[in-house]
Nanobody
């Protein structure tokens, strides 16, 4: 197991910024990719962004492209999600996930079934 721990969520206003952190507790991020997903009340969990830990390629959902940035700090064994500007529709529980599987196509990491390990989630609430 590679326990993942998210932090950094909170209550902010529209237009504000937040940076979420994902730590691999006690282990190096020895995985093929790390992704962020989110789940809003009454909705299915959806893909936000992912980074392939080898080549460093990233993929983003259209809804966050240009506003969110995924950052990997190998030395600190952390992955971050920088979010700005936030919108009310970004309100959700955000989950960090790690995949041990190497896929040929980046698109594979937009699917939650591609991930083996999940964090407990951190709440982000954006008021209008």
């Amino acid at each position: 197991q590679v326990p993942l721990v998210e932090s950094g969520g909170g209550l902010v206003q529209a237009g504000d910024s937040l940076r979420l952190s994902c730590a691999a507790s006690g282990r190096t991020f020895n995985s093929a990719a790390v992704g962020w997903f989110r789940q809003a009340p009454g909705k299915e969990r959806e893909f936000v962004t992912a980074i392939r830990t080898g080549p460093g390629r990233t993929v983003y959902a259209d809804s966050v492209k240009g506003r969110f940035t995924i950052i990997r700090d190998s030395a600190a064994n952390m992955v971050y999600l920088q979010m700005t500007p936030l919108k009310p529709e970004d309100t959700a529980v955000y989950y960090c996930a790690a995949s041990s599987r190497s896929y040929s196509f980046d698109y594979a990491y937009t699917k939650d079934a591609s991930y083996d390990y999940w964090g407990q989630g951190t709440q982000v609430t954006v008021s209008s």
